[in-house]
């Protein structure tokens, strides 16, 4: 059992989230559209709504875990939705994507309990977020939740302090119990990669092989960083190219990797197709290759970096609501660029080095096609401009 202030340090860690996400779900209610929250297992989706909504006689809160409200929804009638409802005002379904044909279910309330606010959580989007945009269309608001952001956790204790804490958080990550229980981080990490990173995965009955999916996360956390081939990745796994891209997707829809696909526009050079692939936490991709080795001794130093900025900017887009267009850049005679943000029109690159004193100069090619871009180097000294 946590003691006082460790309980404590976890409810600032709610309220930091909620400072995020609360206001935005706040200013949705009565709008007349569903509420849609996604985002990996253990990250905090359902103690938010719990701490947005305490001891509220209004709400209805059903979680689709559990056997007998999947049941509940099976063959579920609107007489019979509206009895189960009641009076209630909000009616809260968590972990949703369980729950069979689970778009037109929402539907049906949407449609006929309009005065009820519905909200429903997800941690993997081909259930969820697939299956409930065309039933949906134009009736939901949809947002995502991640793991701890180095923006929250400068809140909480200042910029000095976290930058201070950036060695161990390359290699343990974000997770709220990973942060939390400090000296454990192992452990948990060991348990979130073992279960609940793959809980909805294993259960989707296509995944045969559930061995070649560790043996596929594996051979991509080696590759962080890198421009990644399904056809490589595949002849590593033992799979077919098809099927590697087949687990990818589920991966990337279950919020454990996501994808960062490759800018062109006007070198005949450019490639034009590619991808790297990176993982939403730093601490999970480490449990998944068992390597826990402190910064000193990493050889990998600069995908832990690399890994770590990109995942951070991703969380920072997603919270302040920017629209901003993300890449890549790499020619086939091996000029690159880490990152590429598109916004109203302007071109920012960027480079990420651990090392400070580490020097960067933008593709003379690039630069040459793109003449209004600007270029960065993003460094533990100056990454509070990149992620505040």
Not at 32 to 61: C, E, H, S, Y
Not at 167 to 193: A, F, N, T
Not at 249 to 259: A, G, H, S
Request: neutral net charge; proline residues 3%; contains cysteine.
């Amino acid at each position: 059992m946590l003691h006082n202030n460790l309980l404590g340090y976890f409810q600032y860690f709610i309220e930091m989230i909620q400072r995020i996400l609360t206001e935005i779900i706040k200013s949705k209610l009565g709008t007349g559209k569903a509420i849609i929250l996604m985002g990996p297992r253990q990250v905090g989706k359902t103690t938010l709504l719990q701490n947005l909504f305490p001891d509220n006689n209004d709400i209805l809160f059903l979680n689709g875990d559990e056997l007998d409200v999947r049941q509940l929804f099976e063959n579920i009638s609107s007489t019979r939705l509206k009895a189960i409802v009641g009076n209630k005002k909000i009616l809260i379904i968590d972990e949703a994507q369980r729950i069979t044909d689970i778009g037109l279910r929402l539907k049906l309330i949407t449609d006929q309990l309009p005065t009820v606010q519905l909200i429903a959580t997800g941690s993997s989007s081909f259930d969820l977020a697939n299956k409930i945009n065309e039933p949906l269309t134009g009736r939901k608001w949809e947002y995502r939740m991640f793991p701890l952001s180095f923006a929250e956790m400068v809140a909480h204790h200042g910029l000095l302090e976290e930058k201070r804490l950036l060695p161990h958080r390359l290699i343990y990550g974000y997770y709220p119990d990973v942060v939390v229980h400090q000296g454990e981080e192992k452990e948990i990490l060991k348990q979130l990669s073992d279960s609940y990173l793959y809980k909805d995965i294993l259960m989707w009955e296509q995944i045969k092989k559930p061995d070649k999916l560790l043996t596929l996360l594996q051979a991509i956390a080696f590759q962080v960083g890198q421009e990644v081939s399904y056809n490589e990745l595949g002849k590593l796994c033992s799979l077919d190219s098809k099927t590697v891209e087949k687990y990818i997707n589920l991966l990337e829809q279950t919020f454990v990797i996501f994808r960062l696909g490759s800018f062109s526009r006007n070198l005949r050079n450019e490639l034009k197709n590619s991808r790297k692939i990176y993982f939403y936490d730093n601490g999970i991709r480490n449990a998944i290759i068992a390597n826990f080795s402190q910064i000193e001794t990493r050889t990998d130093i600069g995908a832990l970096w690399e890994n770590f900025i990109v995942s951070e900017r991703r969380k920072k887009l997603s919270y302040d609501r920017l629209w901003n267009n993300s890449w890549f850049w790499r020619t086939t005679n091996q000029r690159e660029i880490d990152y590429i943000e598109e916004s109203d029109g302007q071109l920012d690159a960027y480079e990420f080095k651990w090392n400070p004193k580490e020097k960067a100069k933008l593709p003379k090619s690039f630069a040459e096609k793109y003449p209004e871009s600007s270029f960065t180097v993003i460094n533990p000294d100056n990454m509070d401009e990149f992620l505040l």
